[in-house]
């Protein structure tokens, strides 16, 4: 009856006008940068950031999450038409579903595109609802200890999982908490970290990184690349046939299903749904010679894979406090700004707010359905703007949301000397994510090693003798081996000789 209730709380919150008409806001702008390649969603919600500053915590938030999931919707369409993925995680989608647009079927690709997606979608946030409270109460438990230990682990998966060299995930993660920790201590009035600038007693602010090192070196980077000559394949019929829906339910449901798990995981868990879906259906299916020449089921499942693997990657930040992935630490960015704690706390100080956005998802997805067939030309021709008449409101908007914050023109400049620095440590092959990661979980981490010294006497020992503590950093030392073994270098020594 609980849960009833609570759900019932968060379709309460969901459906007051302003949550409905900000949730609408962002699906439609999560689908619109999901068709526009180079853009991204984790650029568009930096960018937005200072919006958020001026709404209600759980309206910014589902706004915010509706353009996350939105943009996986928004990369299928440009995917299947043009053959051009909007987003990483559509990928998979071109390999299928261009070729059965070029076949006359890109309607009907584009139909069981959005219902894969919106089963994936509404399963994935039954599944938050059913699991996240559980291990919300479970992680209550926590004390500084334990939240050490799971903040560490979180830094060491990012790492891990970065891609090519391993020196350059950590020279990001601690080159991004050194920047978190710039300011005044917490137990001293002594500066640190802001060589003499007095405006930095205060931290830098997350905006400024978020929209410099998502937002402004990705404009630079689009900006080298050559205009490209969009043509779509025309759409005939826009319904799938009975046999073709009946091709594309199991499919969806393996891709939810394992979407759902890999989402979880830190890192990429969306991207790798995505393609682990596709890998897996070729793997089972009784004809993969069909796979690349327009099967139903290349469709279906990386669609269904990368939407549930987007929503279940809100479970880690909603319950443990630990962003899984550099969206998600975009995410921790706007519930701090709001004086949102993430963690287990979220669900019992501020029920509306989990509810509701977690209430939204279903919302978002079901609008997302009904927006994305009928404007489908409108995507298509919006791929035909040039990018040069683009980027220089981009840049306008995002200078003026920066200042608007705390009216301060270092904010400004921070952005732009971090947008520089973005882009020649992505010519130079470092990660932003393990940076940003870095600066949102290094003073967490700095503040539970502190309480745990003092509840301990200072012995470092408390940390082995706890046995949830002890588990979470033999999972770190096992992951930091894992590393260590020939074929996890290899494949990493390799994937760094193709970028």
Known sequence: MELLSNVALGLQVAALPQNLLFCFVGVLLGTLIGVLPGIGAVATMAMLLPITFHLPPATSLIMLAGIYYGAQYGGSTTAILVNLPGEANSVATTLDGYAMAQRGRGGAALAIAAIASFVAGTVATVLIVLFG??????????????????????LVCSMVLANGSLFKAVVMIAFGMFAGLAGTDANSPMPRLTFGVMELSDG?????????????SEIMLNLEDKPRDVQAVPLRELFPTREELR??????????????????????????????????????????????????????APEAANNA????????????????????????GAMTIQGVVPGPQVMTEHAKLFWG?????????????????????????LLQVPYRLLYPAIVFFCAIGIYSINNR???????????????????????????????????????????????????????VERPISAGLLFACVLMIGALLLPGVKRTRADALRED
């Open 409 to 463: 023109a270092l904010d400004v400049h921070l952005a732009v000397g971090i947008g520089v620095l973005g882009y020649l440590m992505i010519k130079l092959g470092f990660e932003a994510t393990p940076l940003v990661l870095g600066f949102i979980l290094g003073p967490m981490i700095e503040e539970n090693f502190k309480r745990a010294m003092l509840l301990s006497g200072g012995s470092l020992t408390t940390f």
């Open 204 to 216: 830098i602010d997350f905006v400024a990184v978020a929209v410099g090192l998502f937002g402004l």
């Open 247 to 300: 091709e594309s339910a199991g499919p969806t449901i393996r891709g939810t299903l394992l979407g759902s798990v890999l989402g979880v995981l830190p890192g990429g868990g969306a991207l790798l749904a995505s393609f682990g879906a596709y890998a897996l259906e070729k793997k089972i299916s009784k004809t993969p010679e069909r796979f690349g020449q327009g099967a139903v089921a290349g469709v279906a």
């Open 309 to 332: 693997g987007a929503q279940t990657s809100f479970i880690p930040l909603l319950t443990l406090g630990v962003p899984s992935n550099a969206i998600m630490a975009v995410m921790a």
């Open 133 to 154: 409270p559980a291990l919300a109460s479970l992680v209550l438990k926590f004390g500084p200890v334990e939240y050490f230990s799971l903040l560490l682990l979180g």
């Open 357 to 381: 956005m977690i209430a939204s998802m279903w919302i978002g997805n079901l609008m997302l359905v009904i927006l994305n067939l009928p404007l489908v030309g409108l995507w298509v021709r």
